[in-house]
């Protein structure tokens, strides 16, 4: 069984920053991709930002220049700097990981979600 914890959401003001983190674990022989979604109330849930470790990183186009996805592939850790932060980010955030893992000795792949973290920019 794999489980992803995420951490690091708040309340922060307009211009400000924040770092949320999340965290694999479990029966994982190989990570592919991690990566943020978010969805704000009334709103359908949307990628922000993925990253293949060793790889290419992908943002969307409203968060180019002010948000940064990082990651530790031995650690199983994906980070996601948010700076110049905004009202219109205010959502919940998700992390989601697309990996290879192992059950009953056997590969197979897998599509992951954490279960999310608040994040609020007030204005």
């Known amino acids: 069984q794999v489980q992803l914890v995420e951490s690091g959401g708040g309340l922060v003001q307009a211009g400000g920053s924040l770092r949320v983190s999340c965290a694999a674990s479990g029966s994982i022989f190989r990570i592919n991709t991690m990566g943020w979604y978010r969805q704000a109330p009334g709103k359908q849930r949307e990628l922000v930002a993925t990253?293949?470790?060793?790889?290419?990183?992908n943002y969307a186009d409203s968060v180019k220049g002010r948000f940064t996805i990082s990651g530790d592939d031995a650690k199983k850790t994906v980070y996601l700097q948010m700076n110049s932060l905004n009202p219109e980010d205010t959502a919940v955030y998700y992390c989601?990981?697309?990996?290879?893992?192992?059950?009953?000795?056997?590969?197979?792949?897998?599509?992951?979600w954490g279960q999310g973290t608040q994040v609020t920019v007030s204005s």
């Open positions: 989601k990981t697309e990996a290879d893992v192992w059950e009953r000795l056997r590969l197979r792949p897998a599509v992951v």
């Open positions: 990253l293949k470790f060793g790889g290419d990183t």
